[in-house]
């Protein structure tokens, strides 16, 4: 019942148009891990079995691994008789040091159940207060990969969730247009470009992080972006800085990453990411900011606080190499 046939992350399937043929073998197999993550938790469930098919994934493809196992635990504990706790207990185990990745994988549960997408904020409450708009950005991520045509700049259609949720709702969206565009950065440029103002700063930052986490550009397609971005190169920058910590964190450093951190920010990798944890202590996690950019939202969510505190680090040029 919970399968998921291997052919639905193919680009033929998807309807995306391939840029090189390594770019789309590399996103593919992004895509196949992923759903090796899932069915290794939805057949061991959360036992020393799926331990071992995780950590013997390549590191390349480790996080989108853990990533679907996220998903994979999330989705038996939404159909458990009693309260699950699996997902919980694999975001503060095993899962830990992809813990980014595995609330991104949640936001994949909620994408598909119908009880869950007709209220995800209220499904988030619960969580960590910082981590749970990774939701909301793996929530973003699913409907622009399976459900591109009804998010693409020509549909006009708005996430309408409430306060923040659709700001993180478009950071996962944005990471999704690196494996839409085929990892072809003059279209990817170009579909950014094509949605509404407001929205580009977060389509951007998820960019950002698709280029240092999953995506392969070289030094020239990295500074195309940098220049396209404009005037949103911080948040394409903030963005650079999440991927690089999602892979420290996780252990899993890759030549692409220390590559996008020296032509995007001009550090390592390491670095970028320790700019993260200089970010923190700004932030309480229950705290809120009045939010001068949406009117309509009255406060910020400490995820936003974290992620300015980090652009106004990139602004300072705090970094060191």
Same mark, same amino acid.
């Given at each position: 019942m919970f399968h998921i046939d291997a052919a639905e992350v193919t680009f033929s399937r998807r309807g995306f148009v391939p840029g090189s043929a390594a770019a789309q073998g590399h996103l593919e197999q992004i895509g196949t891990s992923f759903l090796s993550g899932y069915h290794a938790a939805i057949d061991q469930g959360l036992t020393t079995s799926l331990a071992q098919i995780l950590s013997q994934t390549d590191s390349e493809y480790r996080g989108f691994a853990f990533e679907g196992a996220g998903m994979g635990l999330g989705l038996l504990d939404s159909f458990s008789l009693r309260r699950g706790t699996r997902w919980q207990r694999f975001v503060d185990g095993i899962g830990r040091p992809h813990r980014y990745v595995v609330h991104v994988g949640l936001g994949w549960v909620v994408a598909r159940l119908p009880w869950l997408r007709s209220r995800p904020e209220q499904f988030i409450t619960h969580l960590h207060p910082l981590l749970k708009w990774l939701v909301m950005d793996g929530y973003g991520f699913h409907e622009g990969y399976f459900h591109w045509q009804n998010w693409s700049p020509e549909s006009l259609q708005r996430p309408r969730f409430r306060g923040y949720a659709s700001r993180a709702f478009d950071q996962g969206l944005g990471r999704c247009l690196w494996f839409v565009a085929g990892g072809d950065v003059a279209r990817l440029a170009t579909l950014i470009l094509a949605y509404e103002r407001d929205r580009q700063p977060d389509l951007w930052s998820g960019v950002g992080l /698709?280029? @240092? &986490? @999953? =995506?392969?550009?070289?030094?020239?397609e990295l500074e195309f972006l940098m220049h396209r971005a404009q005037p949103h190169l911080l948040h394409f920058q903030q963005g650079v800085t999440f991927g690089a910590e999602a892979r420290e964190d996780g252990n899993i450093? /890759?030549?692409? *990453?220390? +590559?996008?951190? +020296? *032509?995007?920010? =001009?550090?390592? /990798?390491? @670095?970028?990411? +320790?700019? *993260? &944890?200089?970010?923190?202590?700004?932030?309480?996690?229950?705290?809120?900011l009045p939010n001068d950019s949406t009117p309509e939202s009255p406060s910020l969510p400490s995820y936003e606080i974290w992620r300015s505190q980090i652009r106004g680090l990139l602004k300072q040029e705090v970094?060191?190499?």
């Open positions: /698709a280029c @240092a &986490y @999953a =995506g392969k550009p070289n030094r020239s450093p /890759a030549w692409h *990453t220390e +590559q996008t951190c +020296q *032509t995007v920010l =001009g550090c390592s /990798a390491t @670095a970028a990411s +320790q700019m *993260t &944890y200089e970010a923190i202590p700004a932030v309480t996690i229950d705290t809120t970094v060191s190499c």
